[in-house]
């Protein structure tokens, strides 16, 4: 079995602040795991993913995330937030080819 | 860029009606989902489906669900006799397949169902 925890269901920043979004999962295997981001009457856009090759992974945008195994965690930064970055974000553990376990997503609001 | 679409983005209907929504996957692509996200909670997989067939289903995918690729292009969901909590958004994903690389899936933007 698998599962994601999204530790924060809100974070909000200031513009041209850093962002922190904690996500823990839990796998009985070697997982993949990614992070999509959904802005509002748009559909889920695959921001970054983590497949066994390197631990720090960069996506779009600016973000990147680090895979932690001995700490179960990938959780999803940015150096500077961007008012255009306020959207859900989700992290997202999947078996391979297999179907995806999504968190409750987290809202992160960014404020001028 | 390829993109998933879906239609309607909303489908008002009545309990006990039938549904079906609708999704074009990325033309290249081989494997297609369905995933619900009721109001507040948690995005949920329903069904993977390859090659003409169900190849994954979850609980919430029962005897009133079914899915179908009618053509080429398109990818259905139908719902026979829709009941209060099958109001959520369903998100049509799709994904190349085939190596390690290329299962990434591509979400639609999803159709908003209310049951009344």
């Known amino acids: 079995a698998q599962s994601v925890t999204q530790l924060d269901s809100h974070v909000s920043v200031s513009e041209g602040t850093p962002v922190l979004l904690r996500c823990n999962y839990s796998s009985s295997y070697s997982p993949s795991l990614f992070w999509y981001v959904q802005h509002p009457n748009k559909g889920l856009q695959l921001l970054l993913k983590y497949t066994s090759a390197a631990t720090l992974v960069k996506g779009i945008n600016g973000f990147e995330a680090e895979f932690k195994k001995s700490e179960t965690s990938f959780h999803l930064t940015k150096p500077s937030a961007h008012m255009s970055d306020a959207a859900e974000y989700f992290c997202v553990v999947s078996k391979g080819y297999s179907t995806l376990t999504f968190g409750k997503g987290t809202m992160l609001l960014v404020s001028p | 860029e390829p993109e998933v679409t879906q239609t309607p983005s909303h489908q008002v209907t009545q309990m006990g009606q039938e549904v079906i929504l609708r999704c074009v996957p990325i033309?290249?692509?081989?494997?297609f989902y369905w995933y619900r996200q009721i109001l507040g909670q948690k995005v949920e997989f329903l069904v993977s489906f390859y090659n003409n067939e169900i190849s994954e289903k979850s609980e919430i995918f029962d005897d009133q669900f079914s899915v179908e690729r009618p053509d080429g292009s398109n990818f259905t969901l139908k719902i026979r006799s829709t009941k209060l909590e099958d109001s959520a958004m369903y998100f049509c994903?799709?994904?190349?397949?085939?190596?390690?690389?290329?299962?990434?899936?591509?979400f639609g933007p999803g159709t908003r169902l209310t049951v009344t």
């Open positions: 033309s290249n692509h081989l494997y």
């Open positions: 994903a799709s994904s190349e397949g085939g190596t390690r690389n290329s299962y990434e899936q591509y």
